[in-house]
């Protein structure tokens, strides 16, 4: 099968490389020419005259350029065409392009897709939403692409992207647990080897999982993670997954609680816990720490009134 893609970047690069190992034919554009086969996406879109169905498998980061790319290509398919997002959209703007791209006769699916960069060589997991006849056309695209077990047709359009978005969800509060697990064992008086308990762990364990696979090698070879600074950044799904348990009234802690973790990661001197030492010290006389006065959030001396 003979397929556009739209977006070489990490994600991108490695699903092209994977179709194109399992014999389909790969046609990729790229803001970077030192990535993209074609000059721009009327010349993707040209490239794939004479098949059944034209059909673009969009990559791109989600917002303002899933709603560009869309809009171009929707100029220049036709119908019958297909498009498919498997970037990180939100679940309400893909039942919207949905709506849009049908009016012109475009076909539209919408990808959840796992797998991160290991997907080129393990295999990716595929939610898709979308038409049964669109996923039809997909079918050999989507199984090149899965590992075993790894594909579902979740539903219409909107509930791939509705999918991954709980997925990454469940994501950030499995990987809170094991954050807090670690830095629990660490913080113990036993001289305990976490790296050796995170090891174990992997074999038989109940918590057993492909987070804990990623998380040892590297416990391994540097054990107090001191390699890395403690800041996260959340990728926008978390937020959404936690607006929609608020929306449904669906009790959702553990994956709040580890979206506020991460914002808390990014702070070197809360203003929320100088607030409360702040509040100690004046009920209680509680000891306080010296600030740093231009620590984020902190004041300047020179710039006090």
């Known amino acids: 099968m003979k397929i556009g893609l739209v977006g070489l970047g990490r994600m991108g690069d490695n699903m092209a490389t994977r179709l194109r190992d399992h014999g389909h034919e790969v046609v990729g554009y790229d803001t970077d020419p030192e990535r993209r086969d074609v000059g721009d996406l009327a010349e993707l879109v040209t490239s794939l005259d004479g098949e059944d169905r034209r059909v673009v498998w969009v990559m791109v ?4 350029p899933t709603e560009t790319t869309l809009a171009e290509l929707a100029d220049h398919l036709g119908d019958g065409d297909l498009i498919v997002d498997g970037g990180n959209s939100n679940h309400h703007h893909s039942r919207r392009h949905a709506e849009e791209l049908a009016a012109r006769g475009i076909g539209f699916v919408d990808a959840g897709v796992s797998g991160g ?3 080129r060589t393990e295999g990716y997991c595929i939610m898709a939403g979308g038409d049964p006849d669109d996923i039809a056309t997909l079918q050999p695209v989507f199984d090149a692409l899965v590992t075993d077990g790894g594909f579902a047709h979740v539903g219409p ?3 791939g992207h509705y999918s991954k978005m709980i997925h990454n969800g469940v994501e950030y509060a499995m990987m809170q647990a094991y954050a807090e697990g670690y830095e629990l064992l ?3 008086e036993l001289d305990i080897d976490v790296a050796a308990i995170f090891e174990v762990w992997r074999h038989g364990s109940v918590v057993r999982s492909w987070l804990l696979d990623l998380l040892t090698p590297a416990l391994a070879e540097d054990p107090d993670l001191s390699s890395v600074r403690g800041w996260a950044e959340d990728s926008g ?3 959404w997954t936690v607006d929609e348990a608020v929306a449904r009234g669906v ?6 609680a580890a979206l506020f973790a991460r914002f808390a990661s ?3 001197d809360s203003p929320a816990m100088r607030a409360i030492a702040t509040m100690r010290n004046r009920f209680g006389g509680h000891e306080t720490q010296p600030g740093e006065p ?3 959030g902190g004041v300047d001396p020179s710039e006090q009134g």
């Open 266 to 268: 990014r702070q070197d």
């Open 294 to 296: 231009n620590a984020p």
């Open 157 to 159: 359009n909107g509930a």
């Open 186 to 188: 660490a913080a113990g």
């Open 237 to 239: 799904e978390g937020r």
């Open 117 to 119: 960069i290991w997907g």
């Open 251 to 256: 009790p959702a802690p553990a994956i709040t």
């Open 61 to 64: 980061p989600a917002g303002g």
